[in-house]
T-cell receptor, first 113, second 113 residues
């Protein structure tokens, strides 16, 4: 199973600040997904990146997939309290684990008004 | 994409009893999964629910404790048997629709007293 290391584990910032969450691996992934989970809800898919070097934007969120497809980042510009939640990166578990996802440890983001 | 519903959304149970969680997808999907999550933490895969055959369990999870059914391509159940306080957790159902993307239900919050 391929592993994903996510950092930082906790992030507490003020409204209006920028932040970046990292997702790294020693393995190559065919794709990576980013999810956000709000308290009391299930994870919601934000984006899937599939091409090395790819950059996707979702309003104030920018997602990058590394050229070597071993890492990804999520950058939030001018964070708002509504961005508060648990952010998870995930990718195919690989090998014989067809269809399964492996998840990073998660980043708990708190944006203070 | 897929819209996934779970029932019940939450429950408080006595130790020694069993609870069955239902998962309904609004479209036919190839693969369904059951996860467990402690609040604020990442997801742990319990098993893959296979349509028409026995579920495939991950290390540390067994069929006697977590029997799973999947009678068709849109529905699955997970039973948490002979519950103890250690089973208190969030249980999530997911469905694989795209090449390597999963969508999640809202989760079932279980508290065992």
């Amino acid at each position: 199973t391929q592993l994903l290391e996510q950092s930082p584990q906790f992030l507490s910032i003020q409204e209006g600040e920028n932040l970046t969450v990292y997702c790294n691996s020693s393995s190559v992934f065919s794709s990576l997904q980013w999810y956000r989970q709000e308290p009391g809800e299930g994870p919601v898919l934000l984006v899937t990146v599939v091409t090395g070097g790819e950059v996707k934007k979702l309003k104030r969120l920018t997602f990058q997939f590394g050229d070597a497809r071993k890492d990804s980042s999520l950058h939030i510009t001018a964070a708002q309290p509504g961005d508060t939640g648990l952010y998870l990166c995930a990718g195919p578990a690989g090998g014989t684990s067809y269809g399964k996802l492996t998840f990073g440890q998660g980043t708990i983001l708190t944006v203070h008004p | 994409s897929a819209v996934i519903s779970q029932k019940p959304s939450r429950d408080i149970c006595q130790r020694g009893t069993s609870l069955t969680i239902q998962c309904q997808v609004d479209s036919q999907v190839t693969m369904m999964f059951w996860y467990r999550q402690q609040p604020g933490q990442s997801l742990t895969l319990i098993a893959t629910a296979n349509q028409g055959s026995e579920a495939t369990y991950e290390s540390g999870f067994v069929i006697d404790k977590f029997p799973i059914s999947r009678p068709n391509l849109t529905f699955s159940t997970l039973t948490v048997s002979n519950m103890s306080p250690e089973d208190s957790s969030i249980y999530l159902c997911s469905a694989r629709t795209g090449v390597e993307t999963q969508y999640f239900g809202p989760g079932t919050r279980l508290l065992v007293l």
